[in-house]
């Protein structure tokens, strides 16, 4: 007797080890998937949104996964959407990755537990909405986990299958619009959010997105297209903004007829969604990016905010010191060698405002060129447009916090990059140690702050908490903001000169047209 009640004993410890040692198994809406744990975090790779968009579903809404039976192993990545590489020799080239046209999956990191409701955090990555994934090791979301919030990172359609407008798209959309579909991708992945993050612990009432670069592009018409209301909270913007001209839908259609006829060389609909996905992939003419097509969105995104019609949440958004370094600025060597060639083209660029353009970027000498031109790269491209979207968020009755990153890290081109477009990054996921740079105690000092600030937002819809410095939220008055430096501090009036200026000219500009 008392043999059987120890076999019993064992038994039960036996079966008690089985169940801790097996997968975590967590069931979605559309069936049971099986993650990992590494660090206490458990993580969960792979896992579809919607259903794979090839054949006829090429250049449609994203449609509902099919269910599964079983559990399906959720332990690595999916493969990246249909993209080139970057150039040899690119600072964002990377080693090459799975690619598929069967690429709509999303990845979870949390350290809580079904019922925890923890604030939960959507990155959409960039790449110029060509290029990118959502695997990329520095967006690994540990170290956020760690701090209290469930980290998800998704793929969409990138380049062509992303963005392409064409006449009959449009006549057979029954929304009568074509294009736009890689910011379908992102409203359904906040769709499957809203629906099953509650699974891994996560808060469907409190869902922050960000993203950098093009996926701050994503962001920021996240926040203006009516089909996102509802699915988020807040929203953070590093480095990317869409308040300058939007192609019309006549315009982006025009660009998918050329595309078809004379870069793919393929004359119907039929013909495009029956081609190879390599062959599209390799083409580059025609239209591959946003438009206002009467759907995602009904006006351009400047109007829509101009019209207070975004989603009302507060914004933490702002840019880097040095964005124009890696980008523009990597072809240095064809920028004017001389003053008069400098004068040239800059007369001939801004004409009755060059004066003014001349006190915002003053030139005295041929060593003043680069940095002049750089400035202006960053600041058109980059600077403004965060503002734009801190003073229009505010004007509307929404907290926005404003930042600018000028940190260098210690890449093997410091001198040349300095804080260079994208450098953030990794200080905002506390993924530094995925590089081989010799990074110091205020790297990973400034990687703490950033990160907190970062889930404190998410937590609350303010980034300030306890140890860190004070960040004001914008006002246009004293336009405050915070430099994420050596030091973390305050500023106010953030390149307000040469902002003022790129804004009236934009102003004049789009009077003019």
């Given at each position: 007797?008392?043999?059987?009640?120890?076999?019993?004993?064992?038994?039960?410890?036996?079966?008690?080890?089985?169940?801790?040692?097996?997968?975590?198994?967590?069931?979605?809406?559309?069936?049971?998937?099986?993650?990992?744990?590494?660090?206490?975090?458990?993580?969960?790779?792979?896992?579809?949104?919607?259903?794979?968009?090839?054949?006829?579903?090429r250049?449609k809404?994203?449609?509902?996964?099919?269910?599964?039976?079983?559990?399906?192993?959720?332990?690595?990545?999916?493969?990246?959407?249909?993209?080139?590489?970057?150039?040899?020799?690119?600072p964002?080239?990377?080693?090459?990755?799975p690619?598929?046209?069967?690429?709509?999956?999303?990845?979870?990191?949390?350290?809580a537990?079904?019922?925890?409701?923890?604030?939960?955090?959507?990155w959409?990555?960039?790449?110029?909405?060509?290029?990118?994934s959502?695997?990329?090791?520095?967006?690994d979301?540990?170290?956020?986990?760690?701090?209290?919030?469930?980290?998800?990172?998704?793929?969409?359609?990138?380049?062509?299958?992303?963005?392409?407008?064409?006449?009959?798209l449009?006549?057979?959309?029954?929304?009568?619009?074509?294009?736009?579909?890689?910011?379908?991708?992102?409203?359904?992945?906040?769709q499957?959010?809203?629906?099953?993050?509650?699974?891994?612990?996560?808060?469907?009432?409190?869902?922050?997105?960000?993203?950098?670069?093009?996926?701050?592009?994503?962001?920021?018409?996240?926040?203006?297209?009516?089909?996102?209301?509802?699915l988020?909270?807040?929203a953070?913007?590093?480095?990317?903004?869409q308040?300058?001209?939007?192609?019309?839908?006549?315009?982006?259609?025009?660009?998918?007829?050329?595309?078809?006829?004379?870069?793919?060389?393929?004359?119907?609909?039929?013909?495009?969604?029956a081609?190879?996905?390599?062959?599209?992939?390799?083409?580059?003419?025609?239209s591959?990016?946003?438009?206002?097509?009467?759907?995602?969105?009904?006006?351009?995104?400047?109007?829509?905010?101009?019209?207070?019609?975004?989603?009302?949440?507060?914004?933490?958004v702002?840019s880097?010191?040095?964005?124009?370094?890696?980008?523009g600025?990597?072809?240095?060597?064809?920028?004017?060698k001389?003053?008069d060639?400098?004068?040239?083209?800059?007369?001939?660029?801004?004409?009755?405002?060059?004066?003014?353009?001349?006190?915002?970027?003053?030139?005295?000498?041929?060593a003043?060129?680069?940095?002049?031109?750089?400035g202006?790269?960053?600041?058109?491209?980059f600077?403004?447009e965060?503002?734009?979207?801190?003073?229009?968020?505010?004007?509307?009755?929404?907290?926005?916090?404003?930042?600018?990153?000028?940190?260098?890290?210690?890449?093997?081109?410091?001198?040349?990059?300095?804080?260079?477009h994208?450098?953030?990054?990794?200080?905002?996921?506390g993924?530094?140690?995925?590089?081989?740079?010799?990074?110091?105690?205020?790297?990973?000092?400034?990687s703490?702050?950033?990160?907190?600030?970062?889930?404190?937002?998410?937590?609350?819809?303010?980034?300030?908490?306890?140890?860190?410095p004070?960040?004001?939220?914008?006002?246009?008055?004293?336009?405050?903001?915070l430099?994420?430096?050596?030091?973390?501090q305050?500023?106010?009036?953030?390149?307000?000169a040469?902002?003022?200026?790129?804004?009236?000219?934009?102003?004049?500009?789009?009077?003019?047209?």
């Amino acid at each position: 007797m008392m043999m059987n009640k120890l076999m019993v004993a064992a038994g039960v410890v036996m079966t008690f080890a089985l169940v801790s040692a097996a997968p975590d198994v967590v069931k979605i809406d559309s069936g049971q998937i099986a993650g990992t744990t590494a660090n206490g975090v458990r993580v969960f790779k792979g896992i579809p949104f919607a259903a794979p968009p090839v054949g006829a579903l090429r250049w449609k809404a994203p449609q509902p996964v099919a269910s599964w039976s079983g559990v399906k192993t959720a332990d690595t990545f999916a493969p990246q959407c249909m993209q080139e590489p970057y150039p040899e020799g690119s600072p964002y080239a990377r080693p090459p990755e799975p690619t598929s046209e069967d690429c709509l999956y999303l990845n979870v990191w949390t350290a809580a537990n079904a019922g925890d409701r923890k604030p939960v955090m959507v990155w959409i990555h960039g790449g110029a909405w060509t290029r990118g994934s959502g695997s990329i090791p520095a967006y690994d979301g540990t170290t956020l986990a760690k701090k209290g919030v469930v980290v998800v990172t998704t793929n969409y359609r990138l380049g062509v299958f992303g963005f392409l407008a064409h006449p009959e798209l449009t006549a057979e959309s029954p929304q009568h619009a074509s294009g736009n579909y890689a910011i379908l991708d992102h409203v359904a992945a906040l769709q499957w959010v809203q629906k099953n993050i509650a699974a891994f612990g996560g808060d469907p009432n409190r869902v922050t997105i960000f993203g950098e670069s093009a996926g701050s592009w994503s962001v920021n018409v996240l926040q203006a297209t009516p089909l996102a209301k509802g699915l988020f909270h807040r929203a953070i913007g590093e480095s990317g903004g869409q308040f300058a001209r939007i192609a019309s839908l006549a315009d982006a259609e025009r660009g998918g007829v050329t595309f078809a006829s004379s870069g793919a060389a393929l004359h119907s609909l039929a013909a495009l969604r029956a081609a190879p996905a390599e062959r599209l992939n390799t083409t580059h003419a025609g239209s591959t990016g946003l438009a206002v097509d009467g759907y995602v969105l009904p006006d351009t995104v400047r109007n829509l905010f101009t019209q207070k019609r975004q989603s009302p949440v507060p914004v933490l958004v702002g840019s880097n010191a040095n964005e124009w370094t890696t980008l523009g600025g990597l072809n240095r060597s064809q920028y004017p060698k001389t003053i008069d060639e400098y004068r040239k083209r800059v007369d001939a660029q801004y004409g009755d405002t060059v004066k003014e353009y001349d006190a915002a970027y003053p030139v005295k000498s041929e060593a003043d060129i680069a940095e002049a031109l750089l400035g202006v790269g960053r600041d058109t491209t980059f600077t403004l447009e965060m503002r734009t979207w801190a003073r229009l968020v505010t004007a509307a009755g929404q907290k926005a916090f404003l930042y600018q990153f000028t940190h260098v890290p210690p890449s093997p081109n410091a001198k040349t990059w300095g804080a260079y477009h994208a450098a953030e990054i990794p200080y905002v996921f506390g993924t530094l140690r995925t590089r081989s740079w010799p990074f110091t105690d205020v790297d990973f000092k400034l990687s703490e702050q950033m990160s907190s600030y970062w889930v404190d937002f998410a937590t609350t819809g303010d980034p300030n908490g306890k140890g860190l410095p004070r960040w004001a939220p914008y006002d246009p008055n004293a336009e405050p903001y915070l430099e994420l430096g050596d030091t973390v501090q305050q500023k106010n009036h953030l390149l307000k000169a040469q902002l003022d200026f790129l804004e009236q000219l934009q102003q004049r500009r789009r009077t003019s047209q």
